[in-house]
Every structure is written in structure tokens, then in C-alpha cells.
């Protein structure tokens, strides 16, 4: 993708070029909304995996940046790297056939492992620093070329090669195409001496457990005609992650690639489901915990998962028909699933899934009660749109999603060929200018006024505030986007750079700047239905805890300003940087500041939670709660008590709680009338229903208490974190 060289310089209010969808006109600057967005410097950060900006192996490496590449797929499932032959499953005719190699020059073709090699090579070409590869563990790969597997031709035949996770035996170069068994070990082991292991530029860093296994018998009912178990993935996942790891302890194994939502909740209906636990993805990381305890070391590194969004607009947003207004007003909404707790799409998982929604989070909540330390892949995914600007947006909301919710790696499966505004989104990320400027590292505190139409996600580089990058996006279809942004920091901030992606047009354009900011605030005009970055630049900054100025704020710093301070000789730090608090002296509370911040953590943001008033004084929050705390605030006259408690559904059982363990306590409103109380809502709770049990005042002349009408209570506010 290359950046436009337009260029409108502005004053401290930026006026961008308007977005065109289909024939909508363009907007003026009275059809706008106003949205505010505060970037918090001070507040919580994270570190960003390099690894999400990341595409499936699809020959558009030339087109577009990114830091990552999976080569998986059905195919891979049927993949023999002795021969390169594969088999295409149901995508076409159970087709055993040379069609991963086509391209490839004739004595590459022939080379064992071809495809990782090839995989390898491109990367390099390319500066691409993560790759992986699949390892199968169906049973069963090509033995020939010889096109469909015709009825009777089904493993185990002369058609199909078994697989085998182990050789047991000495391991060769020139694998033998004469016996009835492809191993993995070996294929490791060969690519690791052909290319370098996973610590090497050149070598393979991490392997798939195969593809989607629980649509083996459908798609590859050929060589696994009958249902995957519960059981069999863990077994498998063991045996051959066991294997990799014997040969290459360095590469990182990514377990499962759970083909969606379905696949997490219960394996497709795996016959052996086991309902002790609250959905697929919580059993496979306990048992895999276990497996490592039995193992002596961690046999998975990730949880791999892929997403294709099921959000409907006038038909599903990942259909090459979701072309209306309304499909594309649901597609930049859709990924909110994947991390806005409340959110509810217009799916079959948003009518029978709030269970575990949002998706990230409810991963990652399974992860830190099962197996903690373990990441989280997405290794295909996609909100379609590919060629229509709300492609771009939702693309773009997904990395900052991604970016927010500790995913460690995440690739981009394409749908078509007609993808150049996905593209774009990836590249307004990792090359938004054409000369390699991106997104920084590091995830700093963000919110919008209305999450509905506007999202935003900033970054800086480590510890250096001099530069914010800031994501941004418009969902509105018709309307521009007046956003007020508001940087609280150390540095003061004088000019930015827009760039962005509209409808007009695919590729990433400067659509303005920004050279008198003021007080750390300006305004700029997003256009309607679009997605810029916003580049903030600081004139002069001074990095604040930053002692020994080696450009970082980190354990040093502290050592060497307590070093300062009990004047230990030959120490000497920077007065600007260690004057935390800015009185113009060095002293022990500057050197708790420093420690401050180094011990930030990432915070994740309150989220607002729906409710419903579904009695007098009893509110009804959504599903999805389970394991969550809860924050309400309620209004009503200052120095009245109030009783409260609350009571919740349990889905497996359709059994309803309500008792003494379920009591929140009593309160008394303060002088503005309110009174604010939290509780964690049981792991088990699907629905949940918050009521007052008692409202009252304290009557002086009666000497007693006299029960109000709970009808003047009103619930502000309800929070989950």
C-alpha cells in the first residue's frame, strides 16, 4: 500500500476529506457528531505482541506489512511433507493432488517440506520475523497425486499415508517413501536441520496442531469419519506436542485451532463432552495443565482459536453478499464480541452465547483458572468486507482488540482476492506512512465518549511519550466525527499528522495536520464511516523517571536515584528526569514516583453494563457476567438505609440461586443520595437480577424505622471489570 502525498495543514481544529459509501454523498461538516477521547499517559499500560499483525500464507506479502504468517488450512490437515502431496477434503472432491506446490519451481516441488521451506524463504524476503507451520495429527495424509478419493478408497488404504507422531528410530534427511507411515518428529527434525531451529531468522518458531479438528468428519470424512472426542484432543494434543517439543524445545506449539465459537463451547457436540466444565476450551487447558505436570514442561504455549464473525446485518457480514448499508453498519460493530462485555450482536451467538462473551476475555478468564502463562492465538479470523471500507474499520478495531486483550498472535485469513481494504488496516498499524512508521508497543489508557460509534486505541514506544500513535475510527455511516483529543502526560504535545482510510479509496492518504495544539487538545473532523491514525508528536519531552537518561524508565533508574540518595560516591543522575514531582528537589518522594511507575499494570477499563428494570427496584443484567465484578450505584434519599442482595440462573441446570450467600448487606445513601457497592458475581452465573430488599428511614419521634417506597430507588449506574 502506498500513502498518498496530500496534505492539508490546519489549524488546531483538522478538517478531513468526507467518505463515500456506495452512492451516499459527501458530508458536510453540519451532518456531525461529537465524541470525546482521552489518551491517559499516566494510567495503566501493556506491552503489544509484535505478533498480531499477521496474515495466512496467501500470497499478498508483497502488498502489504506485517510481522507474522501461518501457513495452515484444510490441506494441511492431509499434508505429506516426504512427497508435498496433500488433500483438499470437502473443499473439493477429497482431492489428493500436487495443489500446495503450484508455482513452485520443479526441484523446490520435489524437495521434502516444500512448503516450509518456501514458508521460510518468503518471510525472509519479506522481513518477517514469526512464522508456523502445520504439524497433521488427523491419522492419515496423501500417498499420491492421483486426484479424488473415490468411495471404498478411505483410510487406511493405498491412497493415504498414517501418520505417526513419533519415529523411534534414527531420524534421515531422505525420508522414506516406501513404507506406510509419514512421522512428525522426523519432519521437524528436518526442517530444523534444513532451516535452523525456531531461535534462528531462518527457522520455523512455532507449530499448529493441525486444523480445526473438530470438523474432521465433515471435512475429512475420507481419512476421520467419525466425531472428534473431548478425549482424542487432549491425547493427540500430548503425543505430538510432546514430539515437536523433543526436537525443537525452543518452537512454540499452538494447540487446537478451534474452527469457532461452537468448537469452543463443546467440540461440535463432541460425544464425550464433559459438563463439569463450562465450555471446551475450560477442560482442554486443565487437562493440558495436567499433561504438562505428568510431562515435566509446558507441552502447548497457546490456545489457538479462529473467528469468523456470525453478526447479520440484511445476511452475515462475512458473506460476499454483505454489500447493503445495513451489513456494513453490523460489521463495524461486529468486533465488539470479541471484547465489549454487554455487547449483544444480532447472531444466534449473541441469542444463545452471552454466556461466554466477549470471547477475549472470557478466554483469557479460562486460562488464568486452568492453565496461567498460557497465550492466546487467532490464527484465522475475519469480519469480512475486505473490499469496502467497513472492512478496514472492523480489521482495524480487531488489532486494537487484539492489541487490548493480551493476544499473543493473530493472522488474517482472506476470503477472496478482493482484500485491499483489510490490507490497509494492517498497514495502518505497521506502515501507515509508506516509510515503515507504526503503531507503537506499548497500549496506554484510551477511551471514547460513545464506544457505539467511535473506538480508539493509543500506543507509544516503551517508555517514550514524545510520539503517541492513536487508532481511530467512525462507524457512523452518514456522519462525520467531531473528536475532541486530550492527552494527559508528562510531555506537552504541539502537532499531529492524520492518515487514514475512507471509503474513496483503499489505500492509507494524509488527510491532514495539526501544528498548534494547545493545553494537550485538539479536534479533528473524522469523516463518516472511515478509520485514521493519528500521529501526535511532543516539540520537546522529557522522559519523567528516566535517571540514568539511557532512554527507558526501568529497574536502573530506581537503583541508581536510591544510590543518589544515601550518596553513594561516583553516582550521578539527571536532576530533570528525577524530579518526579517537579518542586525543583531530589528527594525520597521522587524515588517512590519512580517505583510507581514502574509497578503500573494494566487495569483493564470499567465497562458499562446493560440492565433492564424488570420489578420495582429489581434490575436484570445480561448473560455474561460469570466470574466478574460487578459496581452499581444507586440513587435515593441521602441518609436512608438500604438493603440489598442479589440472585442469579445457573444455564447448566437452569437452577436459580437466591439466599443468605447471596446477601449484599445494608448501606446508608450519603449526602448526594447515592450508595455504591461491588460484589463478584459467581463463575457459574449466566443471567443475574440485583434488587433492594429493604428501603427505609430512621423516624426520631417514633424511635423506629419506617420502610420507604422502593419504587423512588433508581439504579445509575451498573460496572463490570
Known amino acids: 500500500m502506498k500513502t498518498s502525498k496530500l496534505l492539508a495543514v490546519v489549524s488546531a481544529a483538522v478538517v478531513l476529506c468526507a467518505a463515500t459509501v456506495g452512492a451516499m454523498p459527501r458530508v458536510s461538516a453540519a451532518d456531525s457528531y461529537a465524541v470525546d477521547v482521552t489518551v491517559d499517559l499516566g494510567g495503566s499500560r501493556k506491552a503489544i505482541s509484535p505478533y498480531i499483525y499477521g496474515i495466512n500464507d496467501a500470497g499478498v506479502l508483497d502488498n502489504v506489512t506485517v510481522t507474522a504468517v501461518r501457513q495452515g488450512g484444510n490441506r494441511y490437515s492431509g499434508y505429506n511433507w516426504e512427497n508435498n502431496f496433500s488433500n483438499a477434503g470437502s473443499d473439493w472432491k477429497h482431492s489428493s493432488d500436487t495443489y500446495l506446490t503450484n508455482g513452485y519451481s520443479a526441484d523446490l516441488a520435489k524437495t521434502p517440506g516444500a512448503c516450509a521451506i518456501h514458508l521460510s524463504d518468503d518471510c525472509a524476503k519479506h522481513g518477517i520475523t514469526y512464522k508456523t507451520t502445520t504439524i497433521p495429527m488427523c491419522g492419515y495424509v496423501s500417498a499420491d497425486d492421483a486426484g479424488a478419493i473415490a468411495d471404498g478408497e478411505e483410510a487406511p488404504s493405498a491412497r493415504w499415508k498414517q501418520v505417526k507422531a513419533t519415529k523411534g528410530s534414527a531420524f534421515s534427511m531422505t525420508p522414506d517413501l516406501t513404507d506406510d507411515y509419514v512421522y512428525m518428529d522426523e519432519y521437524v527434525n528436518y526442517l530444523v536441520q534444513t532451516l535452523g531451529d525456531a531461535s534462528t531468522d531462518t527457522g520455523i518458531n512455532g507449530y499448529n496442531l493441525d486444523n480445526e479438528p473438530s470438523l474432521w468428519s465433515s471435512t475429512h470424512a475420507k481419512m476421520h469419519p467419525n466425531k472428534t472426542t473431548y478425549k482424542e484432543m487432549v491425547e493427540k494434543s500430548t503425543e505430538y506436542a510432546s514430539a515437536i517439543k523433543a526436537v525443537d524445545p525452543k518452537a512454540e506449539v499452538l494447540g487446537l485451532a478451534l474452527f469457532g465459537f461452537y468448537a469452543y463451547t463443546e467440540l461440535n457436540d463432541a460425544p464425550d463432552k464433559d459438563s463439569s466444565y463450562n465450555w471446551f476450551i475450560a477442560y482442554y487447558l486443565d487437562q493440558m495443565k495436567k499433561a504438562e505436570q505428568t510431562a515435566g514442561k509446558r507441552l502447548i504455549d497457546a490456545i489457538d482459536v479462529h473467528y469468523y464473525s456470525e453478526a447479520k446485518g440484511d445476511t452475515r457480514v462475512t458473506e460476499a453478499t454483505a454489500t447493503s448499508d445495513k451489513d456494513a453498519a453490523a460489521r463495524v460493530q461486529a468486533p465488539r464480541s470479541l471484547y465489549e462485555a454487554g455487547y449483544v450482536e444480532n447472531s444466534w451467538i449473541g441469542e444463545w452465547g452471552t454466556a461466554h462473551l466477549p470471547i477475549l476475555p472470557s478466554i483469557q478468564a479460562s486460562i488464568d483458572k486452568y492453565y496461567p502463562g498460557t497465550k492466546i492465538a487467532m490464527t484465522e479470523y475475519n469480519f469480512g468486507g475486505g473490499d469496502h471500507v467497513s472492512g478496514a474499520i472492523?480489521?482495524?478495531?480487531?488489532?486494537?482488540?487484539?492489541?487490548?486483550?493480551?493476544?499473543?498472535?493473530?493472522?488474517?485469513?482472506?476470503?477472496?482476492?478482493?482484500?485491499?481494504?483489510?490490507?490497509?488496516?494492517?498497514?495502518?498499524?505497521?506502515?501507515?506512512?509508506?516509510?515503515?512508521?507504526?503503531?507503537?508497543?506499548?497500549?496506554?489508557?484510551?477511551?471514547?465518549?460513545?464506544?457505539?460509534?467511535?473506538?480508539?486505541?493509543?500506543?507509544?514506544?516503551?517508555?517514550?511519550?514524545?510520539?503517541?500513535?492513536?487508532?481511530?475510527?467512525?462507524?457512523?455511516?452518514?456522519?462525520?466525527?467531531?473528536?475532541?483529543?486530550?492527552?494527559?502526560?508528562?510531555?506537552?504535545?504541539?502537532?499531529?499528522?492524520?492518515?487514514?482510510?475512507?471509503?474513496?479509496?483503499?489505500?492509507?492518504?494524509?488527510?491532514?495536520?495539526?501544528?498548534?495544539?494547545?493545553?494537550?487538545?485538539?479536534?479533528?473532523?473524522?469523516?463518516?464511516?472511515?478509520?485514521?491514525?493519528?500521529?501526535i508528536s511532543s516539540g520537546a519531552f522529557t522522559l519523567k523517571g528516566d535517571?540514568?537518561?539511557?532512554?527507558?524508565?526501568?529497574?536502573?533508574?530506581?537503583?541508581?536515584?536510591?544510590?543518589?540518595?544515601?550518596k553513594t560516591p561516583g553516582v550521578t543522575i539527571s536532576n530533570e528526569h528525577a524530579d518526579m514531582d517537579g518542586n525543583g528537589?531530589?528527594?525520597?518522594?521522587?524515588?517512590?514516583?519512580?517505583?510507581?511507575?514502574?509497578?503500573?499494570?494494566?487495569?483493564?477499563?470499567?465497562?458499562?453494563?446493560?440492565?433492564?428494570?424488570?420489578?420495582?427496584?429489581?434490575?436484570?443484567?445480561?448473560?455474561?457476567?460469570?466470574?466478574?465484578?460487578?459496581?452499581?450505584?444507586?440513587?435515593?434519599?441521602?441518609?436512608n438505609?438500604?438493603?440489598?442482595?442479589?440472585?442469579?440462573?445457573?444455564?447448566?441446570?437452569?437452577?436459580?440461586?437466591?439466599?443468605?450467600?447471596?446477601?449484599?448487606?445494608?448501606?446508608?445513601?450519603?449526602?448526594?443520595?447515592?450508595?455504591?457497592?461491588?460484589?463478584?458475581?459467581?463463575?457459574?452465573?449466566?443471567?443475574?437480577?440485583?434488587q433492594a430488599y429493604y428501603y427505609a428511614y430512621w423516624d426520631s419521634a417514633k424511635s423506629e424505622s419506617v420502610e420507604e417506597d422502593l419504587a423512588d430507588l433508581e439504579l445509575v449506574s451498573m460496572t463490570m471489570h
Open 394 to 535: 472492523a480489521e482495524a478495531d480487531a488489532l486494537g482488540a487484539f492489541a487490548s486483550n493480551d493476544v499473543y498472535l493473530a493472522t488474517l485469513w482472506p476470503l477472496s482476492s478482493a482484500i485491499d481494504y483489510q490490507l490497509s488496516a494492517i498497514d495502518l498499524y505497521t506502515n501507515y506512512d509508506g516509510k515503515g512508521s507504526s503503531f507503537g508497543d506499548t497500549l496506554v489508557k484510551t477511551k471514547t465518549s460513545d464506544v457505539e460509534k467511535a473506538t480508539a486505541y493509543a500506543a507509544i514506544n516503551g517508555s517514550d511519550e514524545s510520539k503517541v500513535t492513536l487508532v481511530l475510527t467512525n462507524k457512523d455511516l452518514t456522519n462525520a466525527q467531531n473528536a475532541t483529543i486530550s492527552l494527559k502526560g508528562d510531555a506537552n504535545y504541539s502537532s499531529a499528522a492524520v492518515y487514514g482510510i475512507t471509503g474513496l479509496k483503499s489505500d492509507i492518504q494524509l488527510l491532514g495536520a495539526v501544528n498548534d495544539i494547545a493545553d494537550n487538545t485538539f479536534t479533528v473532523e473524522v469523516p463518516a464511516l472511515s478509520v485514521v491514525q493519528i500521529e
Open 641 to 690: 438505609a438500604l438493603s440489598m442482595g442479589y440472585g442469579y440462573w445457573v444455564n447448566a441446570t437452569e437452577e436459580w440461586i437466591q439466599g443468605d450467600d447471596t446477601s449484599l448487606g445494608n448501606y446508608t445513601f450519603n449526602s448526594d443520595g447515592l450508595v455504591t457497592f461491588s460484589f463478584e458475581v459467581p463463575e457459574d452465573a449466566t443471567s443475574l437480577q440485583v
Open 547 to 566: 535517571v540514568n537518561t539511557d532512554g527507558k524508565v526501568d529497574d536502573l533508574d530506581a537503583v541508581a536515584l536510591q544510590k543518589y540518595l544515601v
Open 585 to 639: 528537589i531530589i528527594d525520597i518522594f521522587d524515588l517512590a514516583q519512580v517505583k510507581a511507575k514502574l509497578d503500573v499494570d494494566y487495569v483493564p477499563e470499567e465497562t458499562e453494563w446493560k440492565f433492564t428494570e424488570i420489578n420495582t427496584a429489581t434490575w436484570k443484567a445480561a448473560d455474561g457476567l460469570g466470574g466478574k465484578t460487578l459496581t452499581c450505584t444507586i440513587k435515593g434519599k441521602p441518609g
